[in-house]
C-alpha cells in the first residue's frame, strides 16, 4: 500500500480540501504517512500573493529534495494559475487544477512517465457544479472545516482568487446538513464554515437561499454539533439576518467574525474595487459590537496599495485605532500577474510598505491584548483543543469569542465542551480560567 503525505498552504478552505484528499485517497487504497518516507507526496498550493506562491515553490523544491524518489503531485490556486511554471520545475509528476484535484485517488492510480498537467485550463465557470468534499476529518481535531461555498463573482482589482476558482458556487443546503451530520457522529463539537465568498452563499441555488437562513436551519437541528464559527464574511454581508442569526442561536454560533477591511481609506477603496466606504465599515462595526456582547471582530488589512500616500495609510491606521476590533491580518500588497492591480502606479516602495506592516501588526496586538483584559470576570464557552500534562503545561482551549484559555489545574478531556470564568492575563499574555 502506498503512503501518502499532504502539505498544505494558504487558507482554511485548502485545509478543507486536503482533509477531503486524504480521506479520498484512504478510500483509494493509499495509507497515510506514519513514519519513514513517503510514496506520494501532494501540495496544495496558494497563489493569493507573490510570497504565498513563492512559499509553494520552495515546498516543491523542498518536497523533491526530502522525498527524491516520491511521485510530487502540486495541486491548488498556484497549480490553476501557473502549471507551465510548475512544470518547468525539477522532480513535478503530476499537476492537478481545481476541476480534478477530487479525482486524486484515481489519477495517482495511472501511471505517468512524464509531468502530466491534468485538466488545468482556465478557472471554473459557472456551468460546473460545486465540488462536495467528504466531511469526514481523520486527524485528531477539535474542530473540523466545512467548505459550502467555492469561487468568487467580485472582481477586486488585486485579487487571482476568481482567476483561479471560478464563480460563486453553493453546496445545496441537503447536503451541507448531511455532512454536518456525519461530523456529528464523529464526535466533531464544533464546525467552522468555510469558502471563497462565504456571504454569497446560496445566490447560485435552485431556489435560491442566504447564508443566514442557512445558519438558522443548521442551529436549529440536533447534530450532535453543538457550534458553528463562520470563517471569513464580507462587512457589506453582516446584515441583521446574520446578527439574529447569532443572537437568536442559544450560544451555537460564536460570538466571531472575521471581516476584511483591507485600506481604511475611500481613494483606495475605490482603486481596489471594494463596494464600501471607510464610514460604510465604521457602521458596520459599531453596529456588530452593539448587538452581539463580547464579540470578537478580526479584520484583514493591506498595506502599500499602488497609489496608497502617507495620508492614506494614515487614515487606514486612524480608523482602524479608532475602532473596537479584536485583531488585525495584516498583508503588504502584491502584485498578481492577470490582475488590474498589477499595473497600477504609483507603486510604494517596499521598505515602506513593510514599515507600514510593522506598524498594524503591533497596533493589531494592542488590540488583542486589550480584547483578552476585557474578558477577565467574564463566562466563557471553551473547546478543550488539549488537555493537561502534568507539570508541563495546563488544559487548553477556545472560546466561542476566538480567546485562547488556559485552565490551570483543571484535569478535562480535549474535545469537551466547558464554562470557564476568566480569572486573569498573566504576564506573558496568556488568558487564564477557572471551570464553573
Known sequence: MKRFQIITLGCKVNQCESAA???LLEGGGFAPLQDGAPDVVVINTCTVTGKAAMQSRQAIR???RKYPTAQIVVTGCYAQTAPDEIKAMEGIDRIIGHADKMRVAELLSE??????IDAVGPAMDASCPFAALPSVSREARTRAFLKIQDGCNTRCTYCI???ARGPSRSMPVGDVGRHVRLLGTEGFLEVVLTGIHLGAYGADLRPPTRLAELLATLTEEHTGVARFRISSIEPTEVDEHIIDAINHSGGRLCRHLHIPLQSGDDTVLRRMGRPYSRERFAQTIATIQHRIPGVAVGVDVMAGFPGESDEAFENTYRLIEGLPIT???VFPFS?????PAAGF????PERITKERCRRLRRLGEEKRAAFHRAQVGQRLSVLIESEAEEKKSPARGLSDNYVPVAIPDA????????????TEVSADGRVLGVIL
Open 111 to 116: 501511471a505517468c512517465d512524464a509531468p502530466t
Open 345 to 348: 502606479k504609483p507603486r510604494v
Open 335 to 339: 502584485a498578481r500577474k492577470g490582475t
Open 411 to 422: 484535569t478535562v478531556k480535549a474535545n469537551s465542551l466547558v464554562d470557564v470564568r476568566v
Open 327 to 329: 485583531y488585525l491580518h
Open 62 to 64: 523542498q518536497a523533491h
Open 21 to 23: 484528499m486524504g480521506h
Open 161 to 163: 482568487v476568481p482567476h
